[in-house]
């Protein structure tokens, strides 16, 4: 039997069920007279009537029958106040159960179908807070009885959980009641039975466990802080470690406040990104593709040319590119904005104080009432035998030992298969550079859907990249030939020689020299944070790529909002980073960019989901462009709009992204999209094609052909 049809059932047994209640049997005069009944057959056998009711109690609890008020008061008055209350209890319980099982059974996988990014925030709620939520439910009904133990089942609680909550949280209203029972030939009606005084008394109960919480919060705060002096007065409101992403914004949005803010930073002011990652890398990337251009002309009506590529001038313009922007995230425009910039490593010795080793010399240190680590991270440097010391590049130290290069390096190995890699192996194979990709895994861009990975792939071999999957590296060195990699692969093993070697294998939080392991906050690879980025000690705070678990200046960027915010204010209120909707984009040609989940992690998970797909060669504006080569695919539920995932790959796929990122922040389904006007011809149209094909599957074939015969009808 399909689960629908178990359910149609089980709501016509309660409507049954519901009919079936005698009228005497919902005033207090008709249950006296049926207890009188009850009281004859007890006395002849007293286990099966206390089974017989136990029974009929728990039918009663599990199909949310309106009669359980009389039955708790029949209990009292049939089988005294201890056995009734026993009775009662437990029958109250299983039956809350049974219903709560019903609906993690019948209805869970269709709410979370319909409701998933909504569900996801309150899922993490409920494990968090879920029980003591569901015991103030039960000590003043807010909801319905049978409401509670629906919604309930619709969440991820264990069902033990949900047991013994629930007996513990009803155990005060079935006293109430049971013992009300017991007095039943005096009683004139329920009102009595509920006075102001025992209202008052149950809302106590209720606040009782989330005061006892909020005490346990102040005991565990004294003891994490129980070997440290908070001082009286302190010199800063906030200190922010750390001049990349995450700490400019965090300072930027404290000095807004008007709090009294330091940022630190020993090194380049806007970090890696603007110094060594995002900015050179798509400077790079553009020179790259003004090369490519020239050899790909013949295909737009014009002579190729081979490039003559200037490797010093194409480092320069990075350079320059990079000279640019500084001013945007410089120490002169920091300070115009209030914030106090000191040049120098940070060290925190204790909880609310910091050292800094200034870089010309000298210590100083500051007090402050928040501290946010903010350090970022670097290239990775994995333990392959002599790699480190055949003077292997990174993402990091490639930018200024190639700057004084006239001539590219004509052979180039890049390790590593992911977003990096990929860009700077297409880049350098575009500017004339022999490359050679080596990946461990069996495909790049692992994160990414295997077709992505293929069609990437195949688009670095174009560009003249020897891509290796399935290839890892045992040992470097170098001799008189150049550097070399030596790689096994399908257990041969064979020596690749190059002139230089980059490593793109991922990258490490900075967490040494902070002072972490003095004051014992905890790490595993990164700085370990609660969802709203507070380390062990709660105005110590982390953001960007030390605190994970994503390694992308947007990123950063966000989770400074919330860090700045919590830091200043988090002892008031503290606000839960909004991690919903994480996009991402890897810059290669074409460029791959996608939100939330992929069609694999969709299959993993069992999900059951529609795939829309569009292919840009149906695109005119990509036509005209020469840029086909590519897809949109969006992710929905079956039957619904709403959209749980996106994936797009062709030109300018970061820039297309925002539409559905917006979409998905915002809650607004494809058909939202298909209503919205896209200028023509712009390659964002692909958006609103994207959506027009899911809109022409889901037409309602029965609709179509109703309206066929209007037409025909209307026609004569």
Aim: proline fraction near 5%; glycine fraction near 10%; charged fraction near 20%.
């Amino acid at each position: 039997m399909t689960r629908p049809l178990i359910f149609a059932l089980l709501v016509l047994i309660a409507i049954a069920g519901f009919l079936a209640i005698p009228d005497n049997l919902t005033t207090l005069e008709g249950v006296r007279e049926q207890l009188n009944r009850a009281q004859g057959y007890r006395a002849e056998n007293p286990l099966l009537v206390a089974g017989a009711f136990f029974a009929i109690y728990v039918a009663v609890a599990a199909l949310s029958l309106p009669v359980a008020v009389w039955l708790t008061l029949g209990a009292g008055a049939l089988f005294g106040f201890w056995q009734g209350l026993l009775l009662v209890s437990f029958a109250s319980t299983i039956g809350a159960s049974l219903s709560f099982l019903a609906a993690r059974y019948l209805l869970r996988d269709w709410v979370r179908g319909q409701f998933r990014n909504r569900l996801d925030r309150i899922e993490s709620g409920v494990e968090r807070d879920g029980a003591f939520y569901l015991f103030s439910l039960r000590l003043i009904p807010v909801l319905p009885f049978f409401a509670v133990n629906l919604l309930m089942g619709l969440t991820p609680m264990p069902v033990a959980t949900f047991a013994w909550v629930s007996q513990l949280g009803m155990l005060a209203g079935t006293a109430v009641f049971v013992n009300a029972g017991t007095q039943l030939a005096q009683l004139d009606s329920i009102s009595g039975i509920l006075s102001p005084a025992v209202l008052a008394s149950f809302a106590v109960l209720a606040a009782f466990p989330w005061i006892a919480r909020a005490v346990m919060a102040i005991i565990r705060r004294r003891r994490v802080y129980a070997r440290w002096t908070r001082p009286a007065k302190v010199d800063r409101n906030l200190v922010v470690i750390g001049a990349g992403s995450a700490g400019l914004v965090t300072a930027y949005i404290a000095a807004a406040t008007k709090a009294r803010v330091t940022l630190v930073e020993a090194r380049a002011m806007g970090g890696d990104c603007l110094n060594t990652g995002c900015v050179p890398s798509k400077a790079l990337i553009a020179s790259a593709h003004v090369a490519h251009s020239m050899r790909d002309a013949q295909a737009f009506g014009i002579a190729p040319a081979q490039p003559q590529v200037d490797f010093r001038a194409v480092m320069a313009r990075i350079h320059a590119a990079i000279a640019s922007i500084a001013p945007h995230d410089s120490v002169g425009r920091y300070e115009g904005l209030g914030v106090e910039v000191l040049k120098g490593r940070a060290r925190m010795i204790d909880p609310f104080t910091v050292q800094i080793d200034l870089n010309d010399g000298g210590t100083q240190q500051l007090t402050s009432r928040a501290i946010v680590i903010a350090t970022g991270a670097k290239p990775t440097m994995p333990p392959i035998p002599g790699l480190a010391d055949c003077g292997a590049l990174t993402s990091d130290t490639m930018w200024d030992a190639l700057s004084d290069r006239d001539q590219i390096p004509a052979r180039i190995a890049i390790l590593g298969g992911g977003p990096i890699g990929s860009e700077l192996a297409q880049a350098f194979a575009r500017l004339g550079a022999d490359v050679t990709q080596i990946e461990a895994g069996d495909r790049i861009l692992p994160r990414e859907d295997p077709e992505v990975s293929e069609l990437i792939a195949t688009a670095l071999r174009d560009d003249g990249v020897q891509v290796l999957t399935g290839h890892k590296a045992t040992a470097a060195g170098r001799d008189d030939s150049g550097r070399w990699l030596q790689v096994e692969h399908d257990g041969q093993t064979s020596r690749i020689t190059v002139d230089e070697i980059i490593v793109a294998v991922g990258r490490t939080p900075n967490l040494t020299g902070l002072g972490l392991e003095e004051l014992g906050i905890p790490t595993d690879h990164t700085v370990q944070t609660n969802d709203y980025l507070q380390t062990l000690y709660p105005n110590i705070l982390a953001a960007g790529d030390v605190a994970g678990p994503w390694q992308f200046t947007h990123t950063a960027s966000h989770q400074a909002y919330y860090a700045a915010v919590n830091g200043l204010f988090g002892d008031i209120k503290a606000s839960k980073v909004d991690a919903r909707v994480i996009p991402w984009a890897t810059f290669t040609a074409p460029e791959v960019a996608r939100v939330g989940i992929s069609e694999t992690e969709a299959r993993d998970q069992g999900l059951d989901v529609t795939v829309t797909r569009f292919d840009l060669d149906g695109s005119d504006r990509a036509i005209a462009d020469g840029a086909t080569r590519g897809f949109v695919k969006v992710l929905t539920p079956k039957g619904k709009d709403r959209i749980l995932g996106a994936t797009i790959v062709g030109a300018h796929a970061g820039d297309l992204m925002a539409e559905f990122v917006l979409a998905m922040k915002h809650g607004l389904g494809l058909s939202k999209i298909l209503g919205t006007i896209h200028i023509y011809p712009t390659l964002a149209e692909a958006n609103k094609s994207v959506a027009g094909q899911w809109r022409r599957a889901h037409v309602n074939p029965r609709l179509t052909a109703l309206a066929e015969r209007f037409h025909d009808w209307r026609r004569g």
